[in-house]
């Protein structure tokens, strides 16, 4: 299936790279300050960026989760946020946490696409 990032690791296999990616380009193609990308149990990705409406503010993270719950998705491989943050804030990570678990990878990527720090959803 799929490969899951050590969250110790700088070595990303290419499912993980593929999600910076994909983060990186929602950000870019939006003009957003972040864009992010999940992975589900089943290895379909969802892609979003920041969400700032009057009404409603989602961060990119907090939206493909959204995104993932609201397809059907019951469990996710890995997260991650394109940012110039210098990490990924706690609702970010309390987002992945609920639907992924605690050991749920969450990559912080600058926008660049450089891995900046990998750490669980825990």
Same mark, same amino acid.
């Given at each position: 299936?799929?490969?899951?990032?050590? *969250?110790?690791?700088?070595?990303?296999? *290419?499912?993980?790279?593929?999600?910076?990616?994909? %983060?990186?380009?929602?950000? %870019?193609?939006?003009?957003? *300050?972040?864009?992010?990308?999940?992975?589900?149990?089943?290895?379909?990705?969802?892609?979003a960026g920041t969400v700032a409406l009057e009404s409603l503010k989602l961060s990119a993270l907090q939206t493909a989760v959204a995104m993932a719950v609201a397809s059907g998705a019951t469990s996710l491989e890995a997260a991650a946020v394109v940012s110039v943050a210098d990490a990924a804030s706690d609702a970010d990570r309390a987002a992945v946490r609920d639907l992924g678990g605690p050991q749920t990878p969450v990559l912080l990527a600058g926008p660049d696409g450089e891995l900046k720090a990998a750490v669980t959803a825990g």
């Open positions: 299936m799929t490969q899951s990032t050590d *969250p110790q690791s700088t070595d990303l296999g *290419p499912e993980d790279r593929k999600i910076i990616t994909l %983060a990186r380009s929602a950000r %870019a193609r939006n003009g957003v *300050p972040e864009g992010a990308a999940v992975r589900d149990e089943t290895g379909r990705t969802y892609v």
